[in-house]
């Protein structure tokens, strides 16, 4: 892995980029005792992961967008990896469940082949995160051969039925780890992250990760509408929190979100322009940047949004962004605009515009 300066945040025109040799951050740490390398995605990186736990397997939940970044990081690590290698994705870069808004769970990518990461390792990286020091530099992410191996099954792929799977997916300590046993698992895995297509019928794909043993200990699973759909969890999670009645057992809370969830989901126009508090001029100017549907708003968050109009030298103030929150989550309470604010520290170096409207 070459490494060089970092920067701060990851360029728009690359915000999207899940091809070969796409930037990540990397940071030395000590993890129960040993030196290791913690590699993740830069700030401004337009993508986005849920985790849960369904039917005894935990879940990496996405779009198709995702799956891509998945199977390049995977891709990736199969051929970088060095003892002590660590790939981790953490906040800004995980949503609540597009079901129910269940917080999700950090995901650490542990080569096994290479890295030991037992229960005393997951506490000290979990100490960690977020972190708080800029990081030591910057890595390319190479992933040679994965575009010709999604376009034409190689042979090792066809004959991996032959070979027994013994990567694992579990929680600990917080964490949510993915860990191959060997690179050939590694690459087995990316592939079938990589190829999950969400253009069929019913919007949704999936594949197991480790070994089947009456159910799969992991899956990714994508959806084609899973921004919508998180934001859509969320505004359901907080009309059902806001009521004097809500229960406080999550068992109890979740069926009472799908049922509100369904119920916004069927009475929801997609267009920004039909969306509120957003007003006329607000949804003109986010169509005139390309934010024409309430999908694509999701998609880019409220701060993408917000730096979309900014960059157009339009006259944006806060409560422009807390409007593009309440539109894309239902609400922005005062403990989210904090996160916002944060978020916009970190996404640009240039001072927060005065009030313009």
Not at 156 to 184: H, K
Not at 235 to 260: H, K, S
Request: hydrophobic residues 40%.
């Amino acid at each position: 892995m070459a490494g060089r300066t970092a920067g701060a945040v990851q360029r728009t025109g690359n915000a999207r980029h899940a091809g070969d040799g796409m930037k990540l951050h990397r940071r030395a740490v000590r993890l129960d005792g040993r030196p290791c390398t913690v590699v993740g995605l830069r700030p401004g990186t337009a993508v986005r992961f849920g985790t849960n736990r369904f039917h005894e397997t935990w879940h990496v939940l996405s779009d198709g967008h995702g799956a891509r970044v998945l199977g390049r990081l995977l891709w990736g690590l199969s051929y970088q990896a060095r003892p002590g290698t660590l790939l981790v994705v953490d906040r800004p870069f995980l949503v609540p469940t597009p079901f129910d808004a269940d917080p999700p769970d950090p995901i650490v990518i542990v080569p096994g082949w290479c890295t030991p990461f037992g229960r005393r390792a997951a506490r000290d990286l979990a100490r960690r995160l977020p972190p708080r020091a800029a990081p030591d530099g910057t890595v390319r992410w190479r992933t040679h051969g994965l575009d010709a191996a999604l376009r034409e099954e190689p042979a090792w792929v066809r004959d991996s039925w032959r070979w027994p799977e013994s990567g694992r997916v579990e929680r600990t300590n917080g964490l949510i780890a993915l860990a191959p046993s060997t690179p050939r698992e590694a690459r087995l895995w990316a592939l079938a992250a990589a190829g999950l297509d969400t253009s069929g019928r019913y919007g949704m794909d999936y594949t197991y990760l480790g070994k089947w043993d009456h159910s799969a200990p992991g899956e990714v699973q994508v959806f084609r509408d899973f921004h919508r759909d998180v934001s859509t969890a969320r505004r359901a999670r907080a009309e059902i929190l806001a009521r004097p009645d809500a229960p406080a057992d999550g068992a109890e809370l979740r069926p009472l979100v799908w049922r509100r969830h369904g119920a916004i989901g069927r009475g929801r126009s997609r267009r920004v322009r039909n969306v509120r508090p957003l007003g006329r001029r607000d949804a003109e100017r986010l169509e005139a940047v390309g934010v024409w549907t309430l999908d694509a708003l999701a998609s880019i968050g409220a701060v993408g949004a917000y730096l979309l109009l900014w960059d157009r030298a339009e006259r944006v103030d806060e409560d422009l962004l807390w409007a593009l929150e309440t539109a894309v989550a239902g609400d922005a309470a005062p403990a989210r605009r904090a996160e916002l604010l944060r978020e916009l520290a970190t996404r640009t170096k240039r001072p927060v515009p005065a009030p313009g409207r």
